[in-house]
C-alpha cells in the first residue's frame, strides 16, 4: 500500500475547506498539510466564494449540511462562476445516501464522500480529481 501511497504525490495541490463546523475544518486542514497540501477554509457558503476567488484553489471540499447556504446552493454558485466552473467539487456529508449523492452530482458536483474520510481516501480523491487537469 504504501508503493501506492508514494506514487499519489500530492505536494502543492491547493485545496479548500468550507464546513461550519470547526473540528472538521482544523482536522482535515492538518491532515492535507500533513499530505503536503495547500489549505484555505471558509465556515460558510458566502466566506467561500469570496476565498475561491482569491486562493483559487486545484480542488474544493464541500459541506452539504451548513447554514444559510448550503452545500448544494455553494455548489451551483461555484459552477456558474466563470473562475471556478472547471474546479472540482468533492461534496461533505454526514451520511452516504443515495439522494445526497444524486443531488449534488445534479448541483454539478464532481464526487462524494463522507466525513471523515480516511487518508487513503482523501489522498486519491486528491490525485485523481487534480492530476487530470495537470496532464491537460
Same mark, same amino acid.
Given at each position: ?9 500530492? +505536494?502543492?495541490?491547493? !485545496?479548500?475547506?468550507?464546513? *461550519?463546523? @470547526?473540528?472538521?475544518?482544523?482536522? $482535515?486542514?492538518?491532515?492535507?498539510? /500533513? ?38 446552493? +455553494?455548489?451551483?454558485? !461555484?459552477?456558474?462562476?466563470? *473562475?471556478? @466552473?472547471?474546479?472540482?467539487?468533492? $461534496?461533505?456529508?454526514?451520511?452516504? /445516501? ?39
Amino acid at each position: 500500500m504504501s508503493n501506492a501511497t508514494e506514487e499519489m504525490d500530492i +505536494t502543492g495541490v491547493k !485545496i479548500a475547506v468550507v464546513d *461550519d463546523a @470547526k473540528t472538521i475544518r482544523m482536522m $482535515m486542514s492538518h491532515t492535507l498539510r /500533513g499530505m503536503g497540501c495547500e489549505v484555505e477554509v471558509a465556515e460558510d457558503g458566502y466566506k467561500a466564494l469570496g476565498m475561491l476567488r482569491r486562493f483559487k484553489p486545484d480542488l474544493i471540499f464541500l459541506d452539504i449540511t451548513m447554514p444559510e447556504l448550503d452545500g448544494y446552493q +455553494t455548489c451551483s454558485l !461555484i459552477r456558474n462562476a466563470e *473562475d471556478t @466552473k472547471n474546479t472540482p467539487v468533492v $461534496m461533505l456529508s454526514s451520511s452516504d /445516501g443515495i439522494f445526497d449523492i444524486a443531488k449534488g452530482q445534479a448541483r454539478g458536483a464532481t464526487a462524494h464522500v463522507t466525513k471523515i474520510p480516511p487518508d487513503t481516501v482523501l489522498r486519491e480523491l486528491i490525485f485523481n480529481h487534480t492530476q487530470k487537469k495537470a496532464a491537460a
